[in-house]
């Protein structure tokens, strides 16, 4: 109790402790005024002093913390010094609130910009400042001034004397009579009178708010209640400043000096402030005081960060301020926190990067060239920045992606560096490119630069491919910029790949409403309407069968001879109009199939060229362009630029043309530079499937992140890569294991030879030759599984059912599990086919009251899975010896179990049996033959069992199959 007490006396211990406390939570503002308090009771003003200097830092101080300080620097001054030393003070502190209790006339005029309209208070200012400038006065007079400077003077005293009379006071009455005595200029107190007076009419408005304001305040301090004052200051407020920004600043100021850190307060100032406040600086200094009192407020933020730029502050004044804003631990960081800050950083470089608009930069500028790098590592910045402090956040690709379309934005717009906005956009419709605005974005941007008709088709080909929502929406688009800025042939091109995709005939329909829509649209009264036509309309088809039924009767009247040639007439048009509908659809079946011959001769009349080489540039059109300007004899039917899962280009593209006589003229393309890269063509022989396997290598212990991008890489030292063929399960993971096809058998062997056992993303890879289909069946030969079998069913038994049923047998092999016991499947291989198809078509094979199911066989037949258990030298010996002890237990328990049946049976049986139970006495395993003997005696038939049993005793058995065979009578040796 002694020690707490001699700690609470002791100020070293007290300051120690807040110390280590504001050590621990930086902006616990508690701590620092306690510490404050403790360096004042031992009078250590400068530690205080010090300590304010901090906080200010990071806070706005309450007044009264102003005050105290301003106490403490008197008392280290002498009244000389105090007017140089504590003005830097009062202007500091007018920085943080320009409402407070100053008492030295540095700080009046300042004070007095809002002050001077608190309609009960001003008086408290106005008097004293009044009463400084009159002794000035009388000063100057006894120092014998010049008339100048005395004129200037009561040209002061004449100011603060008009500008009070005019403001609308509780006191303003008697102000003007203190200065219709003092003014000795009737022409100015005349002007002053006008202004005067409007001030009077405008006394009641002023103190109403006043009032209404005191009551909202004592309601803030009574209740906690801060809606009401809010409603005041949201709507009266207004009405009372009007155009007056400096009323505005004194109600706030007033209401914030006590309630320094309630945010919905800082957000209405703030709002007056944008929409009323016209001095820039006073601007900046509001946004900055609501900043160290909110700063989580990223409006707040972003407001300030626009005051800077109009202020036309340094770019690392901005850069600094965002880089506080974001290592600030006041509070939580958040995701849409650091985007919009960082996003309002990158827009601040963009906007200061200043071209005439159409003009390109030029970037061999050097300054130029810095400036587009800023930009770019600004964004890269960004990004990074997010990735890093956000990692795992479910919002970060979704900002992440928004900043890259702001980045290929700026590169379109502003830059105007289409090989930037490609890379951009390409790696955002990787992530988004499910979705038609994704598309729809890297049109608009591409069509910025001049040539870009090849680019733009050859997008809206691809958003068409791979978008999964809006695909309607995306041709439309497409057709309408054919319509308005391509040719004639084009369109109808673009037509035709849309009726291919079927979304021509959709285009429009989604914009329509339907039926069922219209009619819920219709009015009352025209459903009225369309009843009474329908009405109408059954009367006249009931008008129309009436007529018809009379002229039915009239007919009826007529001969019977004219009414028969009649019919003879209708029966000869009925046979012609019949003939000529057989006639038109045997017509229209011929010319479909000719049109399928015709076909089918072109197919096997087109060739196909290989397009190897190809830049990442390369579109269709290009490919198409190319034929055209340098071959244009040869007629394309189809190109296809090879993309990955990715919808990267591979660098390679396939071209049917009409014949081969075409493709021969084509091959003029080799070594045609194409977008910068030579181009390599070569037509194309589909290899069989012998040559394929050839061809191909198998590569297995592949990792899960590989890829076809990967495998193409790794192996280009050894040729080229014709086809990269990866399996994947059904959710699309990768298996692990795929195939590799070359255009050359030593590239196979090459690949075999070198790069067997290589590592690809730091895996051990296997490269092995592919096996075709053939040598794969005669690796497992004419094989079928059998599943579903009774676990009764032996080898024996199912080798007899499939040579009585199908044929002869090579080979049959009946899965079993450690124990021995069957598992219910088996393989069987035949010695052919034609033996082996009737199995599988037979499909059941009944056997022990259960349906087995025969299926053709992936596999090669194997022996049954033998157990090798590995031994080793050390501790063999006790494996033995434990195995021994189990297995003599288990004979010894065994025995047990067969003494108790005996005895069971010794009362029930004869006493021949009874002597059989005194042999039981000795525990030998020759107890076995004599049960053994009994059992075969009573049973003949189970002779022959027996000894098969007997012949496979000397097989390796489980001990359980061990008791079964004792406890059935065990083999006679």
């Given at each position: 109790?002694?020690?707490i007490?001699?700690?609470q ?12 406390g504001?050590?621990?939570?930086p ?11 403790v ?37 280290l ?18 920085k ?22 608190d ?51 509780m ?7 203190e ?28 103190t ?80 900055e ?11 707040f ?7 800077l ?37 990158c827009e ?16 061999s500028n ?13 964004y ?23 900043l ?21 956009m ?30 733009v088709r ?27 800025f ?12 849309l ?31 369309k ?52 006639n ?5 079946q011929q ?17 196909t060229?290989?397009l ?5 540039e ?8 190319m ?9 394309l039917?189809?190109?296809?630029l ?74 280009k030292?050894v ?26 058998k ?6 075999v ?42 080898e ?10 199908f ?13 021995g ?55 063999k ?27 069971d ?28 003997t ?12 027996i ?8 097989k ?18």
């Amino acid at each position: 109790m002694n020690d707490i007490q001699d700690q609470q006396t002791d100020p070293t211990a007290q300051v120690n402790q807040l110390i280590q406390g504001i050590n621990d939570n930086p902006y616990e503002f508690g701590l620092y005024q306690q510490l404050i308090d403790v360096y004042r009771e031992n009078q250590m003003y400068q530690e205080a002093k010090e300590v304010r200097q901090r906080v200010q830092l990071l806070y706005c101080l309450p007044v009264e913390m102003w005050l105290e300080w301003i106490e403490d620097e008197k008392s280290l001054m002498t009244p000389e010094d105090s007017p140089t030393i504590l003005l830097p003070f009062y202007e500091l502190a007018l920085k943080d609130y320009r409402y407070y209790k100053l008492s030295r006339r540095e700080g009046y005029e300042k004070v007095l910009t809002i002050y001077s309209l608190d309609v009960n208070r001003s008086t408290k200012f106005w008097e004293p400042y009044l009463d400084f400038e009159s002794q000035q006065l009388e000063l100057m007079k006894q120092k014998g001034e010049s008339q100048d400077e005395l004129n200037k003077q009561i040209g002061r005293i004449r100011s603060i004397y008009r500008r009070r009379a005019i403001l609308p006071t509780m006191d303003m009455l008697v102000i003007w009579d203190e200065y219709v005595k003092w003014e000795t200029d009737q022409e100015e107190l005349q002007k002053v009178q006008q202004k005067y007076l409007e001030a009077q009419n405008r006394i009641d408005i002023v103190t109403n708010f006043e009032e209404r304001f005191q009551n909202a305040y004592a309601d803030l301090e009574d209740k906690n209640d801060i809606e009401q004052m809010l409603d005041l200051l949201s709507k009266d407020l207004d009405l009372l400043a009007q155009d007056n920004f400096n009323y505005i600043m004194l109600y706030f100021e007033r209401i914030l000096s006590e309630y320094t850190l309630n945010q919905d307060l800082w957000e209405l100032y703030i709002q007056y402030t944008d929409e009323k406040c016209k001095k820039k600086e006073l601007k900046q200094e509001i946004y900055e005081n609501s900043l160290k009192n909110c700063p989580q407020s990223k409006e707040f933020w972003l407001g300030y960060l626009r005051e800077l730029e109009k202020n036309e502050v340094d770019s690392d004044t901005i850069v600094n301020s965002v880089n506080q804003a974001l290592s600030s631990t006041q509070f939580e960081m958040t995701i849409d926190f650091s985007y919009d800050l960082l996003k309002h950083l990158c827009e601040y470089q963009v906007r200061s990067f200043l071209t005439p608009p159409g003009v390109i930069p030029d970037q061999s500028n050097e300054i130029v060239k810095l400036k587009v790098d800023s930009i770019r590592a600004m964004y890269k910045d960004s990004i990074e920045n997010l990735t890093e402090q956000f990692q795992g956040d479910p919002l970060l690709i979704t900002y992440i992606e928004k900043l890259i379309l702001s980045h290929a934005e700026v590169e379109a717009y502003k830059i105007q560096d289409k090989k930037q906005v490609q890379e951009l956009m390409e790696d955002y419709v990787k992530q988004n490119g499910y979705q038609m605005m994704s598309w729809a974005n890297y049109i608009k941007l591409m069509r910025v630069f001049p040539d870009h008709e090849k680019t733009v088709r050859g997008l809206f080909k691809r958003g068409l491919q791979i978008a999964r929502d809006n695909k309607v929406l995306l041709a439309e688009l497409w057709i309408e910029w054919e319509k308005k800025f391509s040719t004639i042939q084009n369109i109808d091109q673009c037509i035709k790949h849309l009726k291919k995709l079927n979304l021509y005939s959709q285009i429009g329909k989604n914009i329509r409403p339907s039926q069922a829509q219209y009619q819920q649209q219709v009015p009352e009264q025209n459903q009225k309407q369309k009843k009474n036509d329908k009405k109408g309309q059954n009367q006249r088809q009931d008008l129309e069968y009436l007529e018809k039924e009379v002229r039915y009767d009239a007919q009826a009247d007529q001969p019977q001879k004219k009414r028969q040639q009649k019919e003879d007439f209708k029966n000869d048009q009925k046979y012609e109009r019949q003939e000529r509908q057989n006639n038109d659809k045997n017509r229209e079946q011929q010319q479909q199939i000719e049109k399928d011959e015709a076909k089918q001769n072109q197919k096997k009349k087109k060739k196909t060229l290989y397009l190897n080489n190809l830049s990442e540039e390369t579109e269709e059109e290009d490919i198409m362009s190319m034929f055209a300007k340098i071959v244009p004899d040869v007629q394309l039917l189809d190109v296809r630029l090879i993309r990955d899962e990715n919808n990267k280009k591979k660098g390679f593209a396939f071209v049917d043309v009409e014949s081969s006589e075409m493709a021969e003229k084509s091959l003029k393309l080799h070594n045609y530079h194409l977008k910068g890269k030579a181009l390599k063509i070569h037509i194309y022989k589909p290899p069989s499937e012998g040559e394929k396997d050839a061809l191909t290598v198998y590569v297995t212990n592949l990792p899960y992140t590989c890829n076809e991008e990967k495998l193409r890489d790794h192996f280009k030292d050894v040729g080229v890569v014709d086809e990269v063929r990866l399996l994947r399960d059904k959710d699309g993971k990768l298996r692990g294991y795929g195939y590799i096809q070359f255009q050359d058998k030593k590239q196979v062997d090459l690949a075999v030879n070198t790069l067997n056992k290589s590592k690809i993303d730091g895996r051990t890879m296997v490269v092995q030759y592919s096996k075709s289909n053939k040598e794969v069946r005669d690796h497992i030969g004419y094989t079928v599984l059998i599943k579903n079998l009774s676990y009764h069913v032996n080898e024996e038994e199912l080798k007899d059912y499939c040579e009585q049923n199908f044929g002869e047998i090579k080979k049959l092999t009946l899965a079993k599990d450690d124990r021995g016991k069957s598992k219910g499947l088996a393989f069987v291989e035949f010695v052919d086919e034609q033996t082996m198809n009737k199995a599988i078509q037979q499909k059941d094979l009944p056997l022990r009251n259960r349906t087995g199911l025969i299926m053709k066989s992936v596999r090669q037949i194997t022996e049954p899975k033998v157990e090798v258990r590995q031994q080793h030298s050390e501790g063999k010996g006790d494996k033995k010896r434990d195995a021994k002890r189990e297995r003599k237990t288990l004979i010894s328990s065994i025995i047990d179990e067969i003494k108790n049946e005996q005895k069971d049976e010794v009362k029930e049986q004869s006493k021949a049996v009874q002597s059989q139970d005194k042999s039981f006495d000795i525990p030998d395993i020759k107890i076995k033959e004599g049960i053994q003997t009994s059992l075969i005696k009573d049973n003949p038939q189970q002779e022959n069992t027996i000894a098969e049993e007997q012949q496979t005793q000397t097989k390796k058995m489980s001990n359980n199959d061990f008791k079964k065979f004792l406890l059935s009578g065990g083999g006679k040796k």
